[in-house]
Every structure is written in C-alpha cells, then in structure tokens.
Nanobody
C-alpha cells in the first residue's frame, strides 16, 4: 500500500508563492510518474501538472504554465510543486497522485490514470 502525504499549503496574498511537497511511502516511487491535481469548491478535480519518473518530461495545465513548476527528488520519495504569482482562482485543495502504470514515458492528465492519492492540502489565495 502506498501513502502520499502533502504539505505546504496555506493562506497567501495574490502574487505570492507557496511550495507544496508530497512524500510517498514505499520503495517504488522512482518507477512512477507523479501528478498534482486541484479541486475548488463546487468544481470537478482538475489536472495541474505531472512529471515522468526520472523528471525528464513535464506537462502543465494552460492556467498554470509559466507560474508553477513541478519537480521531484527520487532519493527523498518526494514530489514538489512550486507555485509563484498566485491568483485567487488558484484557491483549491491540492492533491498529489501516482500514476497507475509504472515506467510510462508520457504523463497523463485525467484522474482515472492515477491510483493513489494524498489527502490534499488547502491553498487559499486572497485578493
């Protein structure tokens, strides 16, 4: 069983920055692509970004391109989300997730392609 634990959320003013972390249990972290999703109240969970297992390829939602950066440290079983120039519309619960299939060379954007999820961390951006 894999456990994912996010941290780093909080309240920030518009234009500010936050860095989210997601630590995974187990010894197979480096075999899997990882993703970040978010869900705002009354809205469906949406893709934010994802990274391949070695970090060689990333993908971003258009709404966060140029502002957010995903990275990972396989030695620490951790994936990060650096969020800069935050906007009120970025307010949501942010979840990290692990892709279902190991050793993929592309990343996926749909929640159904991910099998393990963290509990989420709240990010609130005030105007």
């Amino acid at each position: 069983q894999v456990q994912l634990v996010e941290s780093g959320g909080g309240l920030v003013q518009a234009g500010g920055s936050l860095r989210l972390s997601c630590v995974a249990s187990g010894r197979t972290f480096s075999n899997y692509a990882m993703g970040w999703f978010r869900q705002a109240p009354g809205k469906e969970r949406e893709f934010v970004t994802a990274i391949t297992r070695a970090g060689s390829s990333t993908r971003y939602a258009d709404s966060v391109k140029g502002r957010f950066t995903i990275s990972r440290d396989n030695a620490k079983n951790t994936v990060y989300l650096q969020m800069n120039s935050l906007r009120p519309e970025d307010t949501a619960v942010y979840y990290c997730a692990r892709e279902k299939v190991p050793y993929t060379i592309v990343v996926h954007t749909t929640p159904g392609e991910y099998d393990y999820w963290g509990q989420g961390t709240q990010v609130t951006v005030s105007s």
